[in-house]
Structure formats: structure tokens, C-alpha cells
């Protein structure tokens, strides 16, 4: 098993760019979600999908879409890139919601910066 | 702020033991997560506590809850330099599973 794969490992866009950061499982797990770490902020929840179709907000959604066409995938799109996005990005998959016993597992992370 | 609040940074000597401190503000958490991140990774789960215990043994790991007073502590005995990382304290304050993280403390090992 690969796990969770994100690519790219690093991306540099321009103010008002868009782009898409790919995640990816092979684990079977029907929930999945987006985090971005920044300094001194741990990390926060941006969007988060329990299944194939099915996606809802988290803690910071705004600027950022997403969509689950396949268990296996989890894109997260930036309609229109801001500095304020610049962040490391991270992917994570779980058999369960997170806040039970399954382990969250995380992709290695995408390190933007937009300038 | 922060609902979940831990100190930035710990310097440690090899083989000494590690305590890392978290407060936490939802008293309704029903697990609390201790996460580590390796320098260019992402985050491993390295230890959760049920919010009904008083402590957790895992090997080197020793996690203690005071749930009267929301603290979280995880304490690694015979640090390594393979622990220098940061570590997550993180709460589920909610019934649809967000997880709400600290920002992490800086282990640092020193030889």
C-alpha cells in the first residue's frame, strides 16, 4: 500500500492563479480531508468528505473547493490564489470520522507558497 | 485563540525523560490524540487516550489526563534524537469528528 500520496511536494503560484493539489489513497477509507498547517497555528480543517459524492466545510473553507467523484481521490482546488494560502497542505484518510480509534493517516503534505 | 494550548518548544538531553504539557477547553472530548510530525512528513499517530482514563502506558510513551482540569501531558522516557519532531496534542470536541490541534511543540534532543 502507497498510503496517502499528495503531489505536488511543492508549488509557487502568483496572486490570482489557479491550481489543484491531488490526494490519493489506496487504503479503501471512505472519509478523507484537507488540513493546512501554518506556524504557530497547529493545523485546521478545510474541507472534509465521509464518502464518494458526499463533502461539507470545515474550519477555514473559504477560497478552497473540493470533490469526491471516487473513494480514491480527494482534490482541493484554489479558485484563486491569495498569499494568505500560503501554507503546507495536508491530505488525510481514515477509516472513521476522526475523534474515534482509527488512525488518521496523512499524506506527506504540499508546501505553498503564493506570491 | 486556541482551544487547544501547548508551549512551543522543549529542549531535552538524550536519555533524559520528555514531558510535553496540552490544556484543552471542550470537557465533552470523548479521545484525546497525541500526533507526531517528522521534519518534511506528516503527521503520525503516535497515541490517543479514552476520556474516562487516568493514564496510558504504551512502551516509552506515558500519557495522563486530568480531565477536572483539561490537561493533557505525554511523557517519553529515554529520549532518543529519533524523537526530536513536533508533537500534536488534539481533542474531538464534536460528534462529526473534527479534530481540533495545538500548534505543536518543538521536541529538540540534545546528545
Known amino acids: 500500500n502507497a498510503g496517502v500520496t499528495q503531489t505536488p511536494k511543492f508549488q509557487v503560484l502568483k496572486t490570482g492563479q489557479s491550481m489543484t493539489l491531488q490526494c490519493a489513497q489506496d487504503?479503501?477509507?471512505?472519509?478523507m480531508s484537507w488540513y493546512r498547517q501554518d506556524p504557530g497555528m497547529g493545523l485546521r480543517l478545510i474541507h472534509y468528505?465521509?464518502?464518494?459524492?458526499?463533502?461539507d466545510q470545515g474550519e477555514v473553507p473559504n477560497g478552497y473547493n473540493v470533490s469526491r467523484s471516487t473513494t480514491e481521490d480527494f482534490p482541493l482546488r484554489l479558485l484563486s490564489a491569495a498569499p494568505s494560502q500560503t501554507s503546507v497542505y495536508f491530505c488525510?484518510?481514515?477509516?472513521?470520522?476522526?475523534?474515534?480509534?482509527?488512525?488518521?493517516?496523512f499524506g506527506p503534505g504540499t508546501r505553498l507558497t503564493v506570491l | 485563540g486556541e482551544d487547544v494550548e501547548q508551549s512551543l518548544f522543549l529542549s531535552v538531553r538524550e536519555g533524559d525523560s520528555s514531558v510535553i504539557n496540552c490544556t484543552y477547553t471542550d470537557s465533552s472530548s470523548t479521545y484525546l490524540y497525541w500526533y507526531k510530525q517528522e521534519p518534511g512528513a506528516g503527521l503520525q499517530l503516535l497515541t490517543y487516550?479514552?476520556?474516562?482514563?487516568d493514564m496510558k502506558q504504551d512502551q516509552r510513551l506515558t500519557v495522563l489526563l486530568n480531565k477536572k482540569d483539561k490537561h493533557l501531558s505525554l511523557r517519553i522516557a529515554d529520549t532518543q534524537t529519533g524523537d526530536s519532531a513536533i508533537y500534536f496534542c488534539a481533542e474531538s470536541p464534536n460528534s462529526w469528528g473534527k479534530l481540533q490541534f495545538g500548534a505543536g511543540t518543538q521536541v529538540v534532543v540534545t546528545p
Open positions: 468528505s465521509v464518502g464518494a459524492g458526499i463533502t
Open positions: 488525510a484518510s481514515s477509516n472513521t470520522l476522526a475523534g474515534g480509534t482509527d488512525t488518521q493517516y
Open positions: 487516550i479514552f476520556s474516562n482514563m
Open positions: 487504503m479503501n477509507h471512505e472519509y
